[in-house]
């Protein structure tokens, strides 16, 4: 379809009245395409009641039922609670799908050359997105379900079988009065009690954390890459991959390579001073 | 003497009866059976308390387990069975120390020694929960990697984040409850950093410890928060998680 002028005057009205580029671009558009209609002398806008009934009347005796001329007056009288006759409904059905034997459209001039008309210009957000596009999906039961249940399964019988063969550890009773050499946090503390070697505690144990909790949190904020293909966010896995090693260094570093008074020894020369 | 009811006859009466169709949905396979048909496999998903957690279909390349590992699934699962093994241990632990009475040091010497399955089921807490600590974490790579934190999922992720947190503090809480030199030890060195904390180090130190040193209030203080406060906060930020990742329309990709 060829593109529409826009009416210069209608847009200029409308986007000094402060309406949006778009929208004041498709009323100017249609403002035209009334003025067309207008030039031409067709109908434009709604239509007086009046009108609308003789059309429907108009319409009703054109195909308003299969018996020929003594159906029109059964067809134009009203149905009760507005519905439409069994008749009725069956021609508007033909005549949508285009089965009316040469009888206009609904709604279009029988001399007009269009097929369509404009009814209405809806904002693309005003529409509800419905993206229901067709995925592969399976039923979780059994599929999904029987692969949880292996894990959980899987798993459990780790458990069961390290804690049989390993015991926890248990030390002598608290004492407040004996520092054990070396005194270290649960592993996973490990890399700040690194930390704490470098910087002082202040930094290793409450800013740096702080941060990296905070930073960790924001990343799905930070990260306008709307892509999750590993081949266009090769800066967002190579920063995660930075900080996790980093991170690893430094809790196998605390677990493993510091000894009594927390300096540095090799666990194969100076053994393991590492407890669970 | 009348014959003995048929299979069958007691299968109907069974299922036919008023309390056995109060518990089971209509549409439930323990109505009306279980055939293995399009309709059965939605209403095993639709008419189960897994409904909560999971849809009646899910994407396929979820299904395959280089894509999860099963992380996720697998904290939870250890999540449960560190409580189930928790309760087990709290019957018979009291969180009681001070000179003269070092209650959880003896309780936890009897849970070894006297107790059934005491020493398997104190095991299986204390490497459940080194375990979980470590899912959790692989969990948050696997997740950072495949970019699932992206719109529309980034809230979960933040609730992700929140729920490490509390699993470290879980973790963390426990460690000092055996009462032995190792844990008063670790949680002395860990405690001492949050008392440099700017502005309000001294005092965080000391609601945390419930003193200005460990002692037998911070002990007590710990066992509240590791078997109650911090289960109680995490089983509402899991809630929030789990039917966040439904909402957000169920695993992400595929890549």
């Not at chain 1, 229901?132 to 019988?157: C, N, R, S």
């Not at chain 1, 520092?179 to 704490?196: D, I, R």
């Not at chain 2, 069975?81 to 070092?102: K, N, R, S």
């Not at chain 2, 006297?114 to 979980?132: D, E, T």
């Amino acid at each position: 379809m060829a593109e529409v002028e826009m009416d210069q005057g209608v847009y200029d009205k409308l986007i000094a009245a402060g309406t949006s580029e778009r929208i004041a671009r498709a009323k100017a558009k249609a403002a035209t395409v009334r003025a067309e209609k207008v030039a031409a002398g067709q109908e434009i806008g709604p239509k007086s009641a009046e009108a609308t009934k003789e059309k429907l009347a108009e319409f009703r005796a054109n195909f308003g039922g299969g018996g020929g001329g003594t159906t029109t007056a059964t067809a134009v009288k009203e149905a009760p609670s507005g519905r439409l006759t069994p008749e009725e409904r069956a021609a508007r059905v033909a005549a949508s799908l285009g089965q009316t034997n040469g009888a206009p459209s609904i709604g279009v001039p029988s001399d007009s050359k269009h097929t369509h008309r404009l009814l209405a210009l809806v904002p693309p957000s005003g529409i509800q997105q419905v993206s229901d596009k067709q995925q592969d999906k399976v039923y979780t039961w059994p599929h999904l379900l029987i692969v949880e249940f292996v894990a959980l399964l899987a798993m459990g019988a780790v458990l069961l079988v390290s804690s049989y063969f390993l015991d926890a550890t248990f030390r002598d009773l608290a004492n407040p009065n004996l520092t054990p050499n070396p005194s270290k946090a649960p592993w996973y503390f490990l890399g700040l009690q690194e930390l704490l070697r470098y910087f002082h505690p202040m930094v290793a144990g409450v800013t740096i954390p702080g941060i990296g909790l905070f930073i960790l949190g924001g990343t799905a904020y930070f990260d306008k890459n709307p892509s999750a293909k590993p081949e266009n966010r090769k800066f967002a896995s190579m920063a995660m991959t930075f900080f996790l090693v980093l991170w690893t260094v430094f809790v196998l570093a605390g677990s493993f390579f510091r000894g009594p008074g927390f300096n540095w020894v090799w666990p194969w020369v100076d053994g393991l001073f590492f407890e669970l | 003497m009348p014959s003995l009811p048929s299979w069958s006859d007691v299968q109907k009466n069974v299922q036919d009866n008023v309390i056995w169709k109060s518990i089971f949905r209509p549409g439930s396979i323990y109505r009306k059976g279980y055939r293995d048909t399009s309709r059965d496999r939605a209403l095993a998903a639709m008419n189960n308390v897994l409904y909560h957690l999971h849809p009646v279909k899910v994407k396929r390349h979820g299904l395959k387990l280089t894509y999860t590992y099963c992380l996720g699934g697998l904290s939870f699962f250890l999540f449960v069975v560190l409580t189930i093994t928790g309760i087990f241990l709290m019957f018979f632990y009291t969180p009681a120390a001070g000179a003269g009475t070092e209650l959880a040091y003896q309780d936890m010497r009897n849970i070894q020694a006297s107790v059934n399955f005491g020493l398997l089921v104190r095991n299986m807490h204390r490497w459940g929960a080194h375990l979980m600590v470590f899912t959790v974490f692989l969990h948050m790579a696997r997740v950072f990697y495949h970019g699932a934190y992206k719109p529309p999922r980034e809230f979960n992720w933040v609730v992700g984040v929140i729920l490490l947190t509390l699993t470290l503090l879980l973790s963390f809480t426990g460690y000092l409850l055996p009462w032995d030199q190792l844990a008063v030890w670790a949680v002395t060195v860990g405690t001492e950093m949050m008392g440099y904390t700017p502005v309000f180090g001294r005092q965080v130190q000391f609601v945390l410890l419930g003193g200005a040193v460990i002692g037998p209030n911070t002990l007590l203080r710990w066992y509240v928060l590791h078997v109650l406060f911090v289960p109680f906060v995490t089983v509402i930020f899991l809630a929030v998680h789990f039917w966040r990742i439904r909402k957000d329309g169920g695993i992400s990709g595929p890549l």
